[in-house]
């Protein structure tokens, strides 16, 4: 379920572009990501579900995350977000 129940539009440019700082213990949601700096990036879906991929430089990854959890060695992540 996508918050406010409604699903992000992917079809024009996001409201705000904000860096996010890997962190264990804070919800931190975005409706995709920019990486910068390729490596690991350890994530919790929006859906709940804890999922590590291998990114590579400016890379993004169009998923709705809650987290990123501090194992990420991928740097210069920012979310981004589509506001209502």
Do not use: C, W, Y
Request: hydrophobic residues 45%; charged residues 20%.
């Amino acid at each position: 379920m996508f918050r406010g129940g409604r699903k992000p539009d992917a079809s024009g440019p996001v409201g705000d572009l904000v860096p996010i700082a890997p962190d264990d213990n804070a919800d931190q949601f975005a409706d995709a990501l920019m990486i910068e700096g390729g490596g690991v990036l350890v994530i919790i879906t929006e859906a709940g579900e804890t999922r590590t991929v291998n990114v590579p430089d400016f890379f993004i990854l169009p998923v709705s995350v809650r987290r990123i959890l501090e194992a990420s060695t991928a740097t210069g992540i920012h979310g981004f977000k589509v506001l209502a």
